[in-house]
């Protein structure tokens, strides 16, 4: 979640304000019923109203023009475009900004424009005026049906949406506060700009109030194990308990967040279809083998039709034609047994009919027993890619993982995708407390990288041992052997990119990287190893 209310979104008005006012507009985006990006020269205000994340922020992504412009960007282009933003404003410490515009017309005549972005969830939008209010246009229309409250239309005086009056943060004396807040609930009640998170930070003391409202911005990410669970504009007691990543800047927070969010709604849509992909070649592959198992069974007495052969073949003196069947000794286990025979041929050729069942039934054995290897292969690989799937968290570790399962024919190229810059070698590093680098792969792709492109002869190999997992290298360094403690360390990390992250202990196995094989033809990431340990661990990430 990133938290914003109303005091937060003062902070990063402020922001915006610092590296925009005064600009010229130069181009303008939309690219859904969402989301539209005003360019100042480089710069990239994104404007999106998604009501899982309504926000307004300088994007550092890269955007690519639409085929076919929208129609309210034609009439953001018709009114703004070419023209200098003057500032921006919030109304009170409510969630919504209003970007203020000046440009000249054909005429030389100085005309003003204002932008209003409502941040409010799924009522959201974004809205056109002049400098007198009148709507000159909406991202999202409503009819009087789905808005009775007010007229959202062109041509229709914009009025701010209905909200309880309440005091300004910043009049708040200790009188005040003694006398009208005894919770939360008061704070955001009686206060303007304050949602659930920040209110629950001051309802306290009066100190805590007056600390809160004077503490500089503090652009933080909170994580527990690797995964981003919070990001904010500000430090909050609440989410103490996480680790923290800080940043410069608003901007680079909401951007790293953004791209890097498991939360987001294009992460899920990219990691579902995948998921659903794979887990379907998965569920295909465990039913051929058990028809395989089937036939492995039932092909495995093969070995009796040669013992038969065998018997007929030493007693092939006491067979006659037109016999369906005979009697003798089983000298393989020691007793007598009945043997059905063809009265149609000859003896001879009763016994080549035995051999060749033989032969015949041993083939589809041997055949079905490398089948039945082959898709267990196939099946650790497609574990791996949902392992790989499952430790991304980002649209670019996804990525990675599609372009594989492209290049090995489970998905088909889209008509829509253009060629990616190759992404799959950024891979992870940590130092021991030893001082070595320890590097892991977070797909196949990169697995086979780091194991065959980075890993040498000499550096320490681990993977946990028979369950999907990262590959790890432990580079030797200058010392002749790698301690031991690197070696736990890396194997708890090896325990951690594992499907068994979660578990109390992880068998993990470690050989010297000469002893790894990358069989010919194999899936990407499948190795072989020799010369192997094996380590007991709790898996942890944290070096």
């Known amino acids: 979640m990133l938290y914003i209310d109303g005091f937060a979104l003062s902070k990063l008005k402020n922001e915006l304000n610092e590296r925009l006012t005064g600009r010229k507009l130069t181009k303008i985006y939309q690219y859904d019923k969402f989301s539209i990006s005003f360019f100042f020269k480089k710069l990239n205000l994104s404007l999106s109203i998604n009501p899982s994340l309504p926000i307004s922020y300088i994007s550092e992504k890269k955007e690519v023009a639409p085929k076919k412009p929208l129609s309210f960007s034609l009439t953001l282009k018709k009114y703004l475009l070419n023209g200098i933003l003057m500032n921006i404003e919030q109304f009170g410490l409510d969630r919504i900004l209003i970007l203020n515009f000046s440009k000249l017309t054909e005429l030389g005549e100085e005309k003003e424009y204002k932008l209003i972005i409502e941040l409010m969830g799924k009522h959201s939008n974004l809205i056109l005026t002049d400098n007198n209010f009148k709507m000159l246009g909406l991202l999202k229309q409503f009819s009087l049906e789905e808005n009775s409250l007010r007229i959202l239309m062109p041509g229709v005086e914009y009025k701010y949406p209905i909200i309880q009056e309440k005091i300004s943060p910043f009049k708040v004396d200790k009188s005040f506060f003694d006398k009208e807040i005894n919770s939360y609930q008061d704070v955001l009640n009686k206060i303007e700009g304050f949602g659930k998170i920040s209110a629950l930070e001051v309802e306290n003391s009066y100190d805590d109030y007056m600390n809160f409202i004077n503490q500089e911005v503090s652009p933080t990410l909170y994580l527990e194990n690797n995964k981003i669970k919070h990001a904010s504009f500000l430090e909050y007691k609440e989410f103490n308990e996480f680790d923290k990543e800080k940043f410069d800047d608003l901007n680079s927070l909401i951007n790293f967040y953004i791209i890097k969010t498991i939360n987001s709604q294009q992460f899920d849509n990219v990691k579902r279809s995948l998921s659903k992909i794979v887990e379907k070649e998965i569920k295909k592959n465990r039913k051929i083998v058990k028809f395989i198992e089937k036939d492995i069974k039932k092909g495995s007495d093969f070995e009796k039709y040669k013992n038969i052969g065998d018997i007929l073949a030493a007693n092939l003196y006491q067979m006659k034609r037109n016999q369906e069947e005979i009697e003798l000794f089983d000298f393989y286990n020691n007793k007598n047994i009945t043997i059905q025979l063809n009265p149609l041929i000859s003896a001879n050729q009763n016994l080549d009919r035995y051999y060749k069942k033989y032969n015949k039934f041993k083939r589809g054995y041997i055949f079905n027993l490398e089948r039945k290897e082959l898709i267990k292969n196939e099946l650790i690989y497609l574990e791996s890619v949902i392992q790989s799937s499952e430790t991304s968290i980002s649209i670019d570790d996804l990525e990675i993982i599609q372009e594989e399962l492209i290049q090995n024919k489970y998905m088909k190229k889209s008509k829509n995708t253009s060629k990616k810059k190759d992404k799959s070698h950024n891979i992870k590093e940590f130092t021991s407390s030893d001082g070595l680098k320890i590097y892991v792969g977070k797909n196949n792709k990169e697995n086979d990288y780091l194991t065959f492109k980075i890993g040498r002869k000499e550096d320490m190999w681990l993977h946990a041992k028979d369950i999907p997992g990262s590959h790890v290298i432990i580079k030797k360094g200058d010392s002749d052997d790698i301690p031991e403690q690197t070696i736990l360390e890396a194997a ?52």
């Open 492 to 543: 708890q990390i090896a325990g951690f990119y594992s499907k068994l992250k979660n578990e109390n202990s992880v068998q993990v196995d470690f050989t010297k990287k000469k002893y790894v094989n990358n069989p010919k033809g194999s899936k990407p990431g499948f190795v072989t190893y020799t010369h192997e340990k094996a380590i007991l661990v709790k898996p942890s990430e944290k070096v």
